[in-house]
């Protein structure tokens, strides 16, 4: 559905895209600059039971909304987009031929997400909260006109489905430790609510949608891709999807252990 014309009805394309950019730009990267507000909570172990529900619903939430709107497909993935007055959020999707219970320890370990997601250079366990929550410390290379790579301390929470038809649930959510304060060779980078959501599609099949609601240090990429002007979401979703072939055999002890 994505197809330009070649010639004059590309450019045609990509002029509108441009404008597509450029609405979604002023309507977001502008706001975001009159309402900067910390979007780390503080991580209190006396708080985690909240803290960590809390991840999970909110991801659930941002999942279960009614005015996602397909934005783009190519060869099997889709881009979702939603606007709402404070956020633009994103939301991709593939059904990859992988067991669902196996995508899910692959994906819910971040460790392994540098293989295959360049925006992740480096993944550090900073704490193991209990059997499916974690704590990682996570380095980004420098985006677009910046000239400090990102940092970024992570809780992510882990759910298996509680009913059938139900996702597993790979929850994402910055929050901030006193051991992991922002130093001057990083940009510290905070995501406000993003992560996965898995469904079994069938035997050996899983529909894998990754959620994403777009914070101000990383709108002018978003904006890029949803306007169409960029393919590396696609590439790197992608990429996750060969990650996930090429690990679908192994049994990877150390995460049935976590």
């Not at 995501?191 to 990754?210: I, M």
Request: charged residues 25%.
């Amino acid at each position: 559905s994505m197809r330009p014309q070649p010639g004059d009805g590309e450019r045609r394309y990509r002029e509108a895209s441009a404008r597509k950019k450029i609405r979604l730009d002023r309507k977001y990267i502008v706001s975001c600059k009159q309402t900067e507000v910390p979007l780390s909570v503080p991580w209190d172990p006396s708080n985690q039971v909240y803290l960590s529900y809390n991840n999970v619903s909110s991801l659930k939430m941002l999942v279960a909304k009614d005015n996602w709107v397909l934005s783009s497909e190519i060869s099997q993935v889709r881009l979702y987009t939603l606007e709402d007055d404070k956020f633009l959020s994103f939301h991709m999707e593939m059904v990859v031929h992988v067991d669902a219970a196996q995508a899910f320890l692959l994906l819910s370990d971040l460790r392994q997400r540098p293989e295959w997601d360049k925006h992740y250079r480096s993944v550090e366990l900073v704490q193991q909260v209990d059997e499916d929550d974690a704590i990682y410390h996570v380095t980004s290379p420098a985006l677009g006109g910046h000239t400090k790579p990102q940092d970024f301390v992570i809780l992510a929470s882990r759910r298996k489905p509680c009913d059938n038809g139900d996702p597993y649930v790979i929850a994402l959510r910055s929050v901030t430790l006193p051991t992991h304060r922002e130093t001057p060779e990083y940009r510290r980078g905070e995501t406000l609510c993003s992560g996965f959501c898995l469904w079994r599609e069938g035997d050996q099949l899983t529909k894998v949608s990754y959620y994403n609601q777009a914070t101000p240090g990383v709108l002018n990429y978003v904006t890029t891709n949803v306007a169409g002007l960029s393919s590396e979401f696609y590439t790197t979703f992608k990429a996750c999807e060969q990650f996930l072939l090429d690990n679908r055999n192994d049994l990877a002890p150390s995460l049935q252990t976590l």
